[in-house]
């Protein structure tokens, strides 16, 4: 059964900083493009940042550009983001998706999903 598991949200100050994990159980990560996805409330999920199969190719939305960095470990099956100065916009569920095929920031291309990890960015 093919899993993903987020980890690593939680509540945070402006200006701070999380890591989220994005662990595969079930199948071999490095066969796959992943994504990374966040929904606020009352909002369409939006795609923050995505990470070929291979490592060597990486996008972002602009609204993280510059702040958020996403990174494989193809060994230890898990898919990271790094984020750092962090603002209560960034406030949301944050989902990590794969796809064996596609690429990109939209959630439609992409088949498995994890559960979600909160992150709340308040003073």
């Known amino acids: 059964q093919l899993q993903l598991v987020e980890s690593g949200g939680g509540l945070v100050q402006p200006g701070g900083s999380l890591r989220l994990s994005c662990a595969a159980s079930?199948?071999?990560?490095?066969?796959?493009?992943i994504g990374w996805f966040r929904q606020a409330p009352g909002k369409e999920r939006e795609g923050v940042s995505y990470?070929?199969?291979?490592?060597?190719?990486?996008n972002y939305a602009g609204s993280v550009k510059g702040r958020f960095t996403i990174s494989r470990d193809n060994a230890k099956n898990t898919v990271y983001l790094q984020m750092n100065s962090l603002k209560p916009e960034d406030t949301a569920v944050y989902y990590c998706?794969?796809?064996?095929?596609?690429?990109?920031?939209?959630?439609?291309?992409?088949?498995?999903w994890g559960q979600g990890t909160q992150v709340t960015v308040s003073s």
């Open positions: 079930g199948f071999t990560l490095d066969y796959y493009n």
């Open positions: 990470i070929s199969k291979s490592g060597e190719s990486t």
């Open positions: 998706a794969a796809d064996i095929e596609h690429t990109g920031l939209s959630p439609l291309w992409y088949d498995y």
